[in-house]
Structure formats: C-alpha cells, structure tokens
C-alpha cells in the first residue's frame, strides 16, 4: 500500500473516533442536570472537551483535503472527495446537535434549581441538609471549574507547541533536503572547479610570458632603430664630405688650363685617382645601407 493511502487510512480512522467522542460528550451535554448521579462533570468541561473534538475533526478534514489529490487513482480521489463532502455534512450537525444539547442542559439545570428551591424553602432538617448539600455542591463545582479551565487552557498551550515543534521540524527537515542537494550539485560541479583553476593558472603564466615576450620584443625593437638611425647619421656626414671633395675636383678642373697659361704652378689633379676614391666610399655607402 502506497504512503499516501496508508495517512489517509490512518485519518478516517482517527476521525471515526473522535466522531464518536463528539457524539457521547453532546449526549453527556444534554442529560447534564437530570440527576445527581451524571454530574461528575461540569457543564463548561464537557463543552470544551466537545470543542475540541470537532476542532479536532476540523483538523482531520483539512489533511484529508490535502492527501486527496495524491492518491494513485482517480476513482480513489473521487472517494476521498465524496468521503469528505460526507464529514463536513456531519460536522455541521455535530455543532446543531451540541446546541440543541446545551440548550436542554440549560433547562435541567433551570428545573434543578427549582427543585433545590423549593427543597429550601420548605423548611425543617430536611431543608437545612439541602442547603449544606448545596453549598458543598457550589464550592466543590466551581474549584473543579477552576481546575478543568487551567487544564484546558494548559492543554491549549501544549497543543500550540507541538504544532510549533512539528512546524519547526518540517522547516528543519526541508533545509537538511535543501543542504543535499547543494552538496551534491557541488561535488558534480568540483571536478568543473579545478579544472577552471587550472586553466586560470595556465593563462596567468602565459600572460606573463607573453609580458616577458613583448618587452623583449620592444627593447630589441628599440634598440635596432637606433642602430640605423645611428648608421644613417653617420653615412650621411661621410655622403656630405664625398659631395664636397667631389665639387672641389671639379673646381680644380675648371681651374687648370688657366693657370698653365699664367705660369701659376698647381698640384696636378688626376681624375682616375678620384674616381678610385669615390668607388671605395659608394661601395662602403651601399654596404652600410
């Protein structure tokens, strides 16, 4: 049998019960005051024990409400359905009955009354034990009403904690799931973690490898620009002082024919010698470059 037909089992036959409670209490409400014999009880007692059962059927109601729908069937939950439509119908003449039953209570206890009245007022030994019964009769009633209140009002408080505790409990044991479940998704996704771990620790080094790399790369970079600006600085000044022995050739050739003719003597300029010692500077010019 499933877990949810065995809690509904468990309810009908719980209700049954406290049916039958409910049923015997309201009897005890209406024959209260007829004789001596039934009035053990106070009248406010057997009210609250009375309540409490149909508090109490009220309760059973509402967890029949909430395991209907899970039932396996649905011909199962079309019975739950009905045998709850049933309990509420009997509920509501439960509370019709305890009213017509306090009521008839309320008259016996106005017939007693008269009865004890005219007891006392008839006079002689017979009406003085009766009204010593009486009083011994309000004394002890009303320390038993005392008593039955601070009973039922402790049985209250007592039912309100344990609904608390099991509240609690229910919180406590939904968060144990809740934690479970948490620890396992983070053991399936631990194996994920140090994976990522490991691949953050590759990238950090790479980063700094590749940092390394670069400021290699920028100071080699550096460093051969200006070694050509340097080169080109220098091949420059040798080009100019080329350019100007050059002009100065050329002078001395615009310069020779004139000065034989003066009687002017001049070193002699060979131009195959010049060519010589510029074909050594282009050369060292292309090689540089």
């Not at 877990?3 to 024959?31: G, H, P």
């Not at 019709?96 to 007022?121: G, H, Y």
């Not at 615009?254 to 000065?259: S, T, V, Y």
């Not at 003066?262 to 010589?276: C, E, I, M, Q, S």
Request: aromatic share 4%; net charge positive.
């Amino acid at each position: 049998m499933d877990k949810v037909e065995q809690e509904v089992e468990k309810v009908k036959k719980e209700w049954d019960d406290t049916y039958n409670n409910v049923v015997e209490q309201i009897k005890a409400i209406e024959n209260y005051g007829k004789s001596e014999t039934q009035n053990k009880d106070s009248l406010p007692r057997l009210n609250g024990l009375a309540q409490d059962g149909l508090a109490l059927l009220n309760s059973l109601q509402f967890k029949l409400d909430l395991f209907a729908p899970q039932l396996p069937t649905d011909d199962q939950v079309q019975s739950a359905k009905a045998l709850l439509d049933s309990w509420k119908n009997r509920s509501h003449s439960l509370r019709l009955s305890m009213r017509n039953a306090n009521l008839q209570a309320n008259d016996n206890i106005r017939k007693a009354a008269q009865k004890e009245r005219e007891l006392l007022l008839g006079g002689g030994g017979e009406s003085t034990a009766g009204r010593r019964n009486l009083q011994t009769k309000a004394g002890m009633t009303s320390a038993a009403e005392s008593i039955t209140d601070s009973l039922r009002r402790t049985r209250q408080l007592m039912v309100q904690e344990v609904e608390r505790s099991a509240g609690t409990l229910m919180t406590f044991e939904e968060s144990t799931g809740v934690l479970r479940k948490a620890e396992t998704e983070y053991k399936g996704h631990r194996s994920l973690l140090m994976r990522t771990r490991n691949l953050l620790s590759t990238m950090q080094r790479q980063d700094v490898i590749d940092r390394v790399i670069i400021a290699v790369g920028v100071f080699l970079f550096t460093c051969a620009v200006l070694y050509v600006v340097s080169k080109r600085i220098g091949i420059l000044y040798l080009q100019r002082k080329v350019t100007a022995a050059f002009k100065a050739g050329m002078v001395g050739k615009e310069l020779r024919p004139g000065a034989v003719g003066n009687g002017v003597n001049h070193a002699p300029v060979y131009d195959n010698a010049l060519r010589k010692a510029e074909e050594p500077l282009e050369r060292l010019m292309h090689d540089e470059l």
